[in-house]
């Protein structure tokens, strides 16, 4: 998704730059731009190396026409958006390229008010939000707490973490709003001694992406992962390291869950027994296979619960991958060909075809991880709707 991130002069801009990072983590394309005022309190140069792209030097510079921020923007989140900002936005003012941006969009707005207790309660500031909500602007409200100069009360911007939820939920289908969505992502690594494990080339990048996209969609999520990447917002994260451990983190969740999705690639086989001590000289490893989570999912499903898994195949992907969905009883079973140039590990990218049970297979062209997490998620909302007969 592509976010403009407006970001107007107050003292909790220095907290746009959690919120700019946040974002940038989920996997969001993000242009910072900030007012002048702005600039007095957090420099260019901190969200130019957080954000996706340089922060644009303003409305007559760079020969960037003022509107196209707007135009190509799926989300305008404003963080902090100070009295002075919101007065020239509801009153349709566009003198700088933030507020030419955000008359320009025809994407959610998200606006983030701080400012001291007197200027929030002033009723020219309640009436200029009044008319943006009247708009369909969405405002997160400021908490109390600190403020600038050492006083206290309401007007303290809200945290990021609540900025980046509000904000991912604004725009995009709530489909999985009031569902629990588990994930599983990275690969799973198995111990020969202190020092040495057996893993594979997992990154997480896809797993991860799953979760932060079943988030945006309103899911509440719980991403069981082995990788270091960062959390995706708004989604509770159990970090793990071997298959075992992966498995009771699944077990513990997934019995509340309507949609457990296993991207991760669990380690197939696992040292039989782990040395105490780091080993000298090459050691003679006996294996056994790593429990088969997935089995055991499917094993103690619970009625309407669906249940993705994930191939990682090399050679006659979908040939194969059509017989482990049957073996495994899966509703879902999304196959990667590994091998193929841009697909499967590490990549940012990834070429996937989705196989349903009861037939049906859906073939998708190379595409961003997030977009993949998407098409499996759109196939998900399906089958929630078939087994429960709501709308989701
Ligand atoms: O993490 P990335 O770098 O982004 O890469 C993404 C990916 C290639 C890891 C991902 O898209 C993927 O294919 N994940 C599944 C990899 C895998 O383990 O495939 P498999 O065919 O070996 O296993 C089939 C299914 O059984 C998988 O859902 C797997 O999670 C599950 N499994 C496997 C072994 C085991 N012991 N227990 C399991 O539950």
Known sequence: MRIVLGVSGGIAAYKAVEVCRRLVDSTHHVTPVLTEAALRFVGAATFSA??????????????????????????????????????????????????????????????????????????????????LRRRGVRVVEPASGRLAGGDVGVGRMAEPETIVAVALAACGPQDLRGRHVVVSAGGTREAIDPVRVITNRSSGKQGHALAAAAASRGARVTLVTSSSL???????????????????????????????????????????????????????LELEPTPDILAGLVAHRRPGQVLVGFAAETDDAVGRARRKLEQKGVDLLVVNDVSAPGAGFDHDTNEVTILESGGGATALPLRSKREVADAVLDKVV??????????A
């Open 230 to 284: 960062p959390a995706p917002a708004g989604v509770e994260t159990v970090e793990v390291e071997s298959a075992s451990d992966m498995q009771a983190a699944l077990q513990a969740v997934a019995s509340d869950a309507d949609v457990v999705v296993m991207a991760a690639a669990v380690a197939d086989f696992r040292p039989k027994v782990v040395a105490d001590h780091k080993g000298h000289g090459v050691p003679d």
């Open 50 to 131: 957080l954000g996706s792209e340089p922060v644009p030097e303003g409305l007559w510079s760079g020969g960037i026409p003022h509107t196209r921020l707007g135009q190509e923007a799926d989300l305008v989140l404003v963080a902090p958006a100070t009295a002075d900002l919101l007065a020239r936005y509801a009153v349709g003012i566009a003198d700088d390229l933030l507020t030419a941006t955000l008359l320009a969009t025809r994407a959610p707005v998200v606006v983030c008010p701080a400012m001291h207790t007197e200027m929030w309660e002033h009723p020219a500031v309640a009436e200029n939000l009044a008319t």
């Open 382 to 391: 399906a089958r929630l709707r078939g087994s429960t007969g709501d709308s």
